[in-house]
C-alpha cells in the first residue's frame, strides 16, 4: 500500500517519529518526548482547540491584548491537552490542573504520575513529557540585547561572568542564551521559577550541576541537555535515571486526523 504524502510538510529539520494515524502516543516509561510546535502554524485548528479548553483558560486567552497572542495561547494549550489527553488515554477536555506554589502546572488525580512542561518564545513553543520524573525545559529565540553586560552580571556566577566577558560581543550573547536556557530549564524543573538568585545556580557546558542554592538541593543530580532547535537556544532538565529522550516536530497531520474523526477521543490511537 502506497503511503499517503503528508498534509502538513516539516519545515524545522526536526525528524516525526509519530505516524498521521497516530495521536500523539505517550513516551515510554524510560524517555522523555519533546515536541517542537510552531503556533503560528495552529491557525487552521484554532476553533478546535479553543473548545477542549477550560472556561478558566478561554479567560486568560482572550485577557491578552492582540488575536495573534490569544491565538498561540489557545493554540499552546489546547496542544496540551492533546498530548496529555493521550498519554492518560482520556479526552482532553477532561483534564484538570493543579498548581504549585510558584506557579507550576501539574495534573490533578490519577494521572500524577505524567510530568510535562511548557516554554514559549514568541511563535515556537516546546512541550516535554515523561512519567514519574520531573523535567524542565525552556526555548529563548535569539534577538539583540539592549544591556548584555548587566544581564550578564544579574544572572551568571563569577566564573561564567569572567569567562563570558572576555569573548567577542556575538559569542557572550550566544552564550548568553545558553547558559539561560540551561539554568531556567532546571529551574522550570524544580517548580520554583526564577525565585532564586541565578549567580548561585552554575550549570556546566556539559549539562552538569556544578554549584546550586540550598532550595535547589534535591535537583543537584539532575542534567541538562541542549535541544536540536535549529538556531533556536533550547534546553532540556532532566532528573537522575532517565538519559533518553526524543525531540521531534508536532506532527500536524495527527492534530488533523484527530478533529476530523473525533471518535474515542480520549484514545491514542484515532
Excluded at 200 to 206: F, G, K, M, Q, V
Aim: charged share 25%.
Amino acid at each position: 500500500m502506497q503511503k499517503e504524502t503528508p498534509l502538513f510538510p516539516k519545515r524545522s529539520g526536526l525528524p516525526t517519529y509519530t505516524e498521521a494515524g497516530d495521536l500523539l502516543p505517550a513516551p515510554e516509561t524510560d524517555k522523555i518526548r519533546v515536541w517542537q510546535i510552531n503556533l503560528d502554524e495552529l491557525t487552521g485548528f484554532t476553533r478546535h482547540l479553543e473548545a477542549i479548553l477550560s472556561a478558566d483558560e478561554r479567560k486568560r486567552a482572550y485577557a491578552f491584548a492582540t488575536p495573534l497572542l490569544q491565538q498561540r495561547f489557545i493554540g499552546g494549550r489546547g496542544v496540551l491537552r492533546l498530548v496529555l489527553g493521550a498519554c492518560c488515554d482520556k479526552a482532553p477536555e477532561s483534564l484538570e490542573f493543579i498548581y504549585g506554589p510558584y506557579g507550576k502546572p501539574y495534573l490533578a488525580g490519577a494521572e500524577t504520575d505524567w510530568k510535562f512542561n511548557m516554554a514559549h518564545s514568541n511563535h515556537i513553543a516546546l512541550l516535554a513529557v515523561s512519567r514519574y520524573v520531573e523535567i524542565g525545559v525552556d526555548v529563548e529565540i535569539d534577538r539583540p540585547l539592549t544591556d548584555l553586560a548587566a544581564l550578564i552580571n544579574l544572572c551568571f556566577s563569577e566564573q561564567e561572568r569572567n569567562a563570558c566577558l572576555a569573548m567577542t560581543q556575538e559569542e557572550q550573547r550566544t552564550e548568553f542564551y545558553r547558559i539561560w536556557t540551561y539554568k531556567e530549564a532546571l529551574l522550570k524543573a524544580s517548580g520554583k521559577g526564577l525565585q532564586m538568585d541565578l549567580q548561585e545556580l552554575e550549570i556546566a557546558r556539559d549539562g552538569t550541576v556544578l554549584r546550586w542554592p540550598a532550595k535547589l538541593q534535591a535537583y543537584s543530580t539532575y542534567r541538562v541537555y541542549p535541544l536540536p532547535i535549529l538556531n533556536v537556544p533550547a534546553a532540556l532538565a532532566v532528573g537522575p535515571g532517565l538519559t533518553h529522550w526524543q525531540c521531534e516536530e508536532l506532527p500536524l497531520p495527527a492534530l488533523e486526523n484527530f478533529f476530523t474523526y473525533p471518535i474515542n477521543r480520549g484514545s491514542r490511537h484515532v
